[in-house]
């Protein structure tokens, strides 16, 4: 996932996403492994912009927060 978010599947198809929320990336079929994003709302209410994801391997969980965006209040 890039830019507003754009995203790019593994069988290669493309998505673009201008939602708010928590998304899934990629999930395992056992639930093992995840990509979440969280997308908000930046600049204007019409484009949404990655803010965080988290990555979950098991038990272990990676948190990631961008501090570069700003969101807007909703």
């Known amino acids: 996932s890039y830019g507003d978010p754009h995203i790019l599947t593994f069988d290669s198809a493309y998505y673009t996403s201008h939602l708010e929320g928590d998304f899934y ?3 395992s079929p056992s639930g093992r ?3 979440q994003v969280r997308q ?3 600049d204007t209410n019409k484009v949404a912009c990655n803010f965080a994801f988290a990555v979950k391997n098991g038990k272990d969980v990676a948190y990631f927060r961008s501090y ?3 969101p807007t209040p909703v």
């Open 33 to 35: 492994f995840a990509i």
């Open 40 to 42: 908000m709302h930046c």
């Open 68 to 70: 570069l965006i700003s």
């Open 25 to 27: 990336l990629m999930r």
